[in-house]
């Protein structure tokens, strides 16, 4: 039984550091592409948020790209800690993290919310206007 234990902890272990690694990279904001099919249903299409796209698409939104396996990470990290095993570095420090992460990706949340019904209330006399400031916001 005690193998089978310390096999599973191996594999949580590689596991969980290859993980983090790759959800650590992930671009901050993801764009969502709202586009209405023939059948009048809508097509929703996520892509990375990329500084090079158009600098203003009325059709998309932005949205956080906090990868709930980060989350899932984190709370079997606190977990495995105190059942005494020794976690990854990586690991614990992401966890000792929580509600930084917490806090940020709220205010991030909040923050794109606000911007979404600001650019879907202006009018196109106002964005045609607003053009120049709209292309520095997006750089």
């Keep these: 039984m005690r193998t089978y ?4 902890y191996e594999h949580w272990q590689s596991e969980t550091n290859i993980k983090l690694h ?11 592409s709202v586009s209405a099919t023939s059948l009048g249903s809508s097509a929703i299409a996520e892509s990375s948020f990329s500084a090079h796209e158009d600098w203003y ?3 998309s939104t932005y949205d956080v790209n906090f990868a709930p396996e980060l989350q899932e990470i984190i709370m079997e990290s606190k977990y495995m800690e105190q059942l005494g095993f020794q976690i ?3 690991a614990r420090n992401v966890a000792l993290q929580e509600q930084k992460f917490i806090r940020y990706t709220t205010g991030l949340n909040n923050m794109l919310h ?3 019904k600001l650019m879907n209330s202006l009018s ?3 964005t045609k206007l607003m053009t120049e400031h709209i292309r520095e916001l997006h750089r």
Excluded: C, F, H, V
């Design 5 to 8: 234990e310390d096999k599973l």
């Design 88 to 90: 990854p570095q990586l």
């Design 22 to 32: 790759l959800l650590l990279k992930q671009s901050l904001l993801k764009k969502i």
């Design 57 to 59: 698409d009325a059709n």
């Design 124 to 126: 196109s006399a106002e």
């Design 114 to 116: 606000r911007y979404g």
